[in-house]
């Protein structure tokens, strides 16, 4: 079974989802970015939260053949970014998701529903 990217971006919010995060957010950045197409944004409340939130989507990414191109920031577990090609997860801790928003600074992206 092949998976379109947004079935790929929702797959990882639910993932998310699945771990707690919190204000699970998919932005559709075609034609906005030559870097990706869709941003998957969430939080978690703790570096614990946020590894577990990204352990977790790395987990089910692979279980459904999806291998991550990268991970960084995850010893820090402040801003963790997974690369999946043409998605990119953003997994802040709740002090940094605020300050970056980059719901606002990727303002003109369309929102996608998670489900």
């Not at 920031?73 to 300050?99: I, M, N, Q, T």
């Amino acid at each position: 079974m092949s998976l379109n990217l947004v079935e790929i971006a929702k797959m990882a919010a639910v993932a998310a989802e699945e771990k707690k995060a919190q204000r699970v957010n998919i932005l559709d950045i075609r034609g906005l970015s030559a870097f990706a197409d869709y941003f998957v944004v969430c939080h978690g409340n703790s570096q614990t939260q946020v590894q577990a939130i990204v352990e977790g989507i790395k987990e089910k990414m692979e279980k459904e053949g999806i291998f991550l191109r990268s991970i960084e920031g995850l010893s820090d577990a402040r801003w963790v970014l997974l690369d999946l090609g043409d998605v990119v997860v953003h997994v802040f801790h709740k002090d940094e998701r605020d300050f970056y928003n980059l719901e606002r600074l990727w303002g003109d992206a369309t929102q996608v529903g998670v489900q």
